[in-house]
């Protein structure tokens, strides 16, 4: 299955230079629940072992656990306005470098909703640093992630985040770690 | 998330346990405010050490507590921030914001 | 979906009076992995927390947790004869007390796979204190779960599993706990 | 599942971290009996105390390192045994049948 995410594009700028191969990607795990506050700590629970199993450190292990639980309050809170037992499917594949890219290895999670269509004007937090609660979910994400892209697809709201493993020393240069 | 709350020299201690997340951050929300406008405690420590997972709503109920003692002159007293809590203070830029320390000890000598 | 489980049953016998009776339940979460021995630690994971969220104690939690992933290492091992990237299913749903019955709160799992028809003979372990390898699984699953159920079901095995909560006085008794 | 091995008096420890389930079993199988087999050390010590999680297949190859020492007339001890490795233990009924210590230190003297 390719994963094509077209329209709002709100990919965190990284210039890899990875242009437009894709890298090859092997089903982890598909996971299907509710829009259910209590279902997220299942789900942390899941992606944990799986940034565990593709060899993330822990840093970045939390930081994936951290954007999918966020984006997963997002569409709880706002794509369904909080309102329980509505759909959610959260698949999770590996990325291997292809033959034609320098994709590093990788963790790809998808997230797929039948709530109401994201505006992408709203798509945005506050100011960091600023005394007031709220608008902190996005900020976290596009942090941690290095692809994060909104779509809409079959009336479905999707969203895509990728994070690499093991950057190179550049690429880690860039980061900041 | 289990909040257990127990009495100090000059304020209470909560104890959080868990997770605070979209589930359970209204529960910590709802006793910290509880504390802070009702009860008028001149100091709330916040003993964050068993905080297995907190996320961004639980950093809005932080910052929600942070305002209410503000307003009331009275202190909110962070400590026994893990690894992932301190991460997400940073994220949010409000590590400077917060009174934070790393002990019990430490948090009640303050 | 009601789990109309038929066919081979192996139950494990526990009179509670509980009757046919079926109690409510309520999808908690559904996953989607492959044989591969490598996704069991996600497994392992998701169903730690669900059992937390139903509150189950440690010890009722490490039970469940084992049953599930001795199940799944079964079918991976003998139903798909260890090739990984065949597809298993489970999904783990919230029992609670229907008006009409007297079945406490409590957790179903229900494990689906399209590997080769499970044998209701073979379906045993071997003498337990024996010094060999092997043979143990099914003794794990059967002295931790309340009920065990094999069946198939358009060509598919299905395999439940049920774990009720904190029984009454009288059924701890008999479980010696 | 990792495994790190290091020379004690009159023998050799495997520390296991991690989970023995039927992904990493086949690994510490083959540790355990080279060290047995091959190697023919007079003690094996295996050191459990990070070990998350075991299953059947983990308890097969423990059982698989037992007849093998029995066999060379050494001997297979284990210490640091979790709660969840415990469990196992008793539910195969094999906890009389294994050499087991609490610490590393009951075990060296052992
Ligand atoms: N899944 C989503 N569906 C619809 N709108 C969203 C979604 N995620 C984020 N948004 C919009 O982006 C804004 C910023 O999100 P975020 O940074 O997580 O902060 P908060 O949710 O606290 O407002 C939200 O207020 C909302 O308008
Ligand atoms: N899912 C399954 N599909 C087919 N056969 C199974 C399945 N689970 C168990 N069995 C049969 O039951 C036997 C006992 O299983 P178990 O107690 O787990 O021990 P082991 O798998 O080590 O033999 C197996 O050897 C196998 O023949």
Request: charged share 30%.
């Amino acid at each position: 299955m390719g994963v094509p995410v077209r329209g709002v594009r709100v990919t965190k700028n990284r210039s890899k230079g990875r242009g437009k191969a894709q890298p090859k990607s092997e089903m982890l795990v598909k996971l299907e629940l509710q829009s259910n506050p209590e279902a997220l700590c299942l789900v942390r629970a899941t992606i944990e072992r799986a940034a565990e199993v593709l060899h993330f450190r822990d840093t970045e292990a939390r930081a994936i656990v951290r954007s999918v639980d966020e984006a997963l309050a997002n569409v709880i809170r706002h794509a369904y306005g909080g309102r329980a037992g509505h759909p959610i499917e959260m698949s999770c594949r590996k990325l291997q470098p292809g033959p034609q890219n320098s994709a590093q290895d990788g963790i790809e999670i998808l997230l797929k909703d039948s709530g109401v269509p994201v505006k992408p004007s709203t798509l945005k937090g506050r100011p960091l640093g600023e005394v007031r609660p709220g608008g902190l979910g996005l900020h976290f994400i596009r942090q941690s992630m290095d692809e994060v892209e909104f779509s809409r697809k079959k009336g479905k709201n999707l969203l895509r985040m990728v994070k690499y493993l093991s950057p190179t020393p550049l690429a880690a240069a860039s980061e900041g770690e | 998330m289990q909040i257990v709350v127990r009495l100090a020299i000059g304020g209470t201690i909560l104890d959080i346990a868990g997770d605070i997340d979209l589930a359970h951050s209204p529960a910590m929300r709802k006793a910290l405010l509880l504390e802070i406008k009702e009860k008028k405690t001149p100091k709330v420590f916040l003993n964050l050490e068993k905080v297995r997972y907190i996320d961004s709503s639980g950093i809005a109920s932080l910052v929600e507590g942070l305002k209410a003692s503000r307003d009331q002159g009275s202190r909110l007293i962070l400590y026994g921030l893990s690894k992932t809590v301190r991460e997400v203070m940073e994220l949010s830029r409000l590590q400077k914001i917060f009174e934070i320390h790393d002990s019990e000890a430490q948090a009640l000598d303050s």
